[in-house]
């Protein structure tokens, strides 16, 4: 392992340590209390829902947990709005980010499992976007990246990227806002399955770290 990945490992422990003691420290708003905050901050707190959103979906943090907990948050109607245009704006900085910053340093962040969601967007096409959108074994994040490497047109991408999402963002935010009145218990079926995966995720991305061989410059 070199010194900048053990830097980046050592930091992720740190967030990881510093996130679990907030979060066993801090007394954390009930499920009525965030509708409250949201609904008095007004068009401010959709909008922050929504940057956080199109925030979130640059990493591989799952967009279902994340529109199932905006349908709880706002019921299905706003919900489904600040879902779709969080996701968008995701969508759009991914595709700018891919473009900025070139194959080599994208394929460092995202993966080998790019290469797949590229080949699916090398077509350029509204076809070829749509069906990487709506392929579960391609994530969002992932499709994101691939969209600015392929040359695809930017309104070609965007329009199949919203055709792709809404089926999935209409269903999570429904469930979501019916979760909503399960008050707690509703906020712990959302979050719950987010932290698991994001779990998993961490494990995996530091035994292929561990296993990767070091390079020995002569």
Known sequence: MSRGEAVRAVLL??????????????DLPTVDQLRDRVAGAGALGWAAIAGGTAVAVLAPIPRTALALLTGILLGFWPGLLATVVGALL????????????????????????LQRADQLAMDRGFTAVLLARLTPV??????????????????????????????????????????????????????????????????????????????VER
């Open 90 to 113: 995701g969508a759009l900085m991914g595709f700018g980010l891919g473009r900025a910053l070139g194959r080599d340093t994208v394929l460092r962040l995202a993966g080998p499992r």
């Open 138 to 215: 391609l994530p969002f994040f992932l499709v994101n990246y691939a969209g600015g490497l392929s040359g695809v047109r930017l309104p070609v991408y965007l329009a199949a990227t919203f055709v792709g999402l809404l089926p999935g963002a209409v269903f999570n935010v429904a469930v979501g806002s019916v979760a909503g009145g399960l008050g707690e218990w509703g906020l712990a079926i959302t979050i719950g399955p987010a932290v698991v995966v994001l779990a998993v995720l961490g494990l995996r991305w530091w035994r292929r770290r561990r296993s990767t061989p070091v390079s």
């Open 13 to 26: 422990l740190a967030i990881l340590v510093t996130g679990a003691v907030v979060a066993m420290t801090t």
